[in-house]
């Protein structure tokens, strides 16, 4: 399963664009919902239109919780770089930009948000402000797409678009080493110490009465490191 994350600064309207595309609300905490800002990582999956499951990382966006974006981006296959078009690029847009071009990450899209609050001539502005950004990073030329996740305009070209680039991406080959990029840490009353992040590589495995199910970069659940 490819894993895509978002990208892009704070209340530009990526938690919103995720839950509008997966029906999921990566944003479980408390704090979260009280305030309406993601602080840590959320996460979601769907399914494209060619059939294909994609599983989502959702990254908070305000500069206080760099620390959560860099741990979630680290191990995605495709970028998706959010701009509102009400205020076009700003200064976490500008930063996690640079990450992902740190991270030499080559496969994203420009996805310009909330236009169903602007007109034209200003979702274009934004679109040419994203594009100027992104030159001379390792995502030159990204495609970009113009979406509303109010009224749904564009989430299926958005859709599209991820299944295109998708086909250009190899899959990870299983050498039978999982790796997993460690991306929370957490206690659980009754269960303790809980490790989540995603899997880059390999397969692990889920058992269940002696017997494996398996699904590639699925969830493992172990009483132990060493799993």
């Known amino acids: 399963m490819y894993v895509i994350g978002t990208a892009g600064h704070v209340d530009h309207g990526k938690s919103t664009l995720v839950r509008a595309l997966t029906g999921i609300d990566p944003d479980r905490l408390p704090e979260e919902k009280q ?8 996460f979601a999956w769907f399914t494209l239109p060619s059939g294909r499951e994609v599983s989502i990382v959702d990254v908070p966006g305000h500069e206080r919780f760099i620390k959560n974006m860099l741990a979630g981006i680290g191990g995605i296959d495709l970028a998706l770089l959010i701009v509102a078009a009400d205020e076009g690029v700003m ?40 594009a100027d ?12 797409v113009f979406t509303s996740s ?8 958005l859709a599209a678009a991820i299944d295109r680039i998708l086909d250009t991406v190899p899959q990870p080959k299983n050498i039978d080493r999982p790796r997993l990029s460690i991306d ?22 889920l058992k269940s009465g002696g017997r494996d199910s ?4 699925t969830c493992a659940y172990t009483r132990s490191a060493n799993a």
């Open 133 to 144: 950004a992104i030159k001379g990073t390792t995502i030159e030329g990204a495609p970009i």
């Open 214 to 217: 398996t699904g590639f970069k």
């Open 150 to 157: 109010v009224t749904g305009e564009g989430l299926q070209a």
């Open 91 to 130: 200064a976490q847009t500008k930063e996690h930009l640079a990450v992902l071009d740190l991270l030499n990450l080559k496969h994203a899209i420009v996805v310009i948000t909330k236009i169903d609050l602007v007109d034209a001539e200003t979702r274009e502005l934004a679109a040419m402000e994203a």
């Open 184 to 205: 929370r840490v957490f206690s659980v009353k009754g269960f303790g110490t809980v490790v989540t992040g995603t899997l880059i590589d390999g397969r692990l495995f």
């Open 35 to 42: 305030r309406q800002m993601t602080i840590d990582l959320g």
